[in-house]
């Protein structure tokens, strides 16, 4: 059965169950990229001791796929809105299920950090496209919303139930299954995409040449950006290549905007992103990441460091936020039905920032404020991932909807990225000693304490200048859209 899932102009609005096998394969495509990591986790300490590998390798086996993920998004949903955005989801499928394949024959950590990056690469070419052909499947706001949040849910419910099922199949099987299980998964993408969305349309396409100085600028910058954070948080403040990668990823940063001001044909039009909901959408997401990354690791430490919680209680203490990520879905649509798309992304984004600084201020004061912020921070992150997202595709030509979707998931990588350096830094500056180690003093507790305060006021200042300058970016869209 073929789904008529035409992408022009002329399309008009229906109901979802008509494009189940488009959604199915879209969703898959999600799935993928929630569950992957997730998953993998888990069998990082097996994965050490039976490849031989040194600390530095082990947490290269994440490092590498997201790296070449977030750095690559940019430049393939570039090369997707000119060259068909059905075309490239379908090759970096294919890509994704020969490299999980390749997982068998791994025999070193260094041949599996090359299998994780190849895998890095085939996601970077799905996964903007997901949102772009679910943003074009529909021209409905409403479907467009619905279908969304469709997709993200499947993508969260992977990245909750991922550890735990990793944790039982690890028991009973080699850890190459983790991987192994992207191969189904990269199959019914691909029968989904192939069989329930049309052939890419030339009239949707543009041929603009390729900014090939553009795309190198824009991925050194993104990589030294991603990389520069993990270099804070393992070596510290005081760290002269975290610092110099930190600097590479401005200098990279400065020259791809002079170049994509000057440039004929652009990787990105700047004009574009200055559009209101663009930037605004943008803005949002940026908040949204910062926050969730920076307040799950500061709860992470606080209740198996500071407060002594064994980690499969810890994983309890969690459970507000899975559940919120999971359920959430369920109102998204009625609430931007309610108050609007363009409300809706600011009101929850101002829901991030207050969790965060609900966290900062009483945080320390018990679980029951811990609680509240993992309830606030990701129900708020949970309608900016879909609405803001949405808005920027609205705000950008149909041309450009593929590097639009890649634009906002690099702009949370990047975010989540320096939430992480942002938070690390400050313990480290702040904690005297090995904050892994057992028995803290009591001096140790209430630097940990102190730093946990001001690294959640820190990311709340930071989140709330995101959100207010995005608010008066939405001020200034053209058209408010009511459902």
């Known amino acids: 059965m073929r789904v008529d899932a035409a992408v022009g102009p002329a399309r008009s609005p229906r109901p979802l169950r008509e494009a189940w096998v488009a959604l199915t394969g879209l969703s898959a495509v999600f ?3 929630m569950l992957d990591n997730s998953i993998l986790n888990i069998a990082l300490p097996t994965i050490g001791r039976q490849l031989h590998a040194s600390t530095t390798a082990v947490q290269w086996v994440t490092g590498a796929y997201a790296v070449v993920f977030g750095g690559l998004m940019l430049a393939f949903g570039a090369l997707a809105d000119r060259f068909g955005r059905r075309r490239v989801m379908l090759a970096g499928l294919v890509l994704l299920g020969a490299a999980s394949l390749a997982t068998v024959f791994v ?21 903007p496209g997901s949102m772009a052909l679910a943003f074009r499947l529909f021209a409905d706001d409403g ?13 969260l419910v992977g990245l909750a139930i991922g550890p735990t099922a990793g944790g039982f199949v690890l028991a009973i099987v080699p850890w190459q299954a983790l991987l192994l299980v992207n191969v189904p998964i990269a199959a019914l993408a691909i029968a989904g995409v192939r069989w329930g969305i049309t052939a890419d349309v030339a009239a949707d396409l543009h041929r603009d040449p390729v900014d ?19 270099l804070f948080v393992n070596e510290g403040a005081g760290s002269g290549l975290a610092w110099a990668a930190t600097a590479a990823a401005v200098g990279a940063a400065v020259f791809f905007v002079l170049r994509e001001r000057s440039a004929r044909h652009p990787l990105l039009d700047l004009t574009l992103v200055a559009h209101p909901l663009v930037s605004s959408g943008l803005a949002f997401k940026a908040a949204a990441g910062l926050a969730t990354s920076g307040l799950g690791y500061l709860v992470t430490l606080q209740l198996q460091l500071d407060w002594g919680w064994p980690p ?14 999971v359920a959430g ?35 320390r004061f018990g679980y029951g404020w ?11 992150m949970r309608v900016v991932g879909v609405v803001a997202g949405v808005n920027v595709l609205r705000g950008l030509p149909d041309d450009r909807t593929t590097i639009g979707a890649a634009l906002t998931d690099t702009a949370t990588e990047v975010t989540s990225g320096a939430g992480l350096a942002l938070t690390g830094t400050i313990l480290a500056a702040l904690f005297t000693g090995d904050i892994a180690g057992p028995g803290w003093s009591a001096q140790q507790t209430a630097e940990f304490r102190s730093a946990g305060t001001i690294a959640g006021l820190s990311l709340t200042a930071v989140a709330a200048a995101l959100v207010g300058w995005g608010m008066l970016r939405a001020r200034r869209a053209e058209t408010p859209a009511r459902l």
């Open 329 to 363: 879905g369920a109102v998204i649509s009625p609430f931007v039905r309610r108050v609007g798309l363009d409300r809706a992304a600011w009101l929850s984004a101002a829901a991030v920032v207050a969790g965060l600084a609900c966290y900062g201020l009483l945080g």
């Open 107 to 127: 025999r070193s950590a260094e041949e599996l950090i090359a299998v994780r990056a190849l895998m890095g690469l085939a996601a970077a070419m799905t996964t």
């Open 312 to 325: 499969a209680l810890a994983a309890l203490g969690m459970l507000p936020q899975v559940v919120v990520l």
């Open 31 to 33: 799935l993928f990229e």
């Open 143 to 155: 479907l467009r919303v619905r279908a969304t949040t469709l997709i993200s849910t499947m993508g």
């Open 212 to 230: 090939v100085a553009g795309a190198l600028l824009g991925t050194a910058a993104i990589v030294f950006a991603l990389v520069a954070p993990t």
């Open 370 to 380: 811990v609680a509240l912020a993992l309830v606030l921070v990701p129900a708020g």
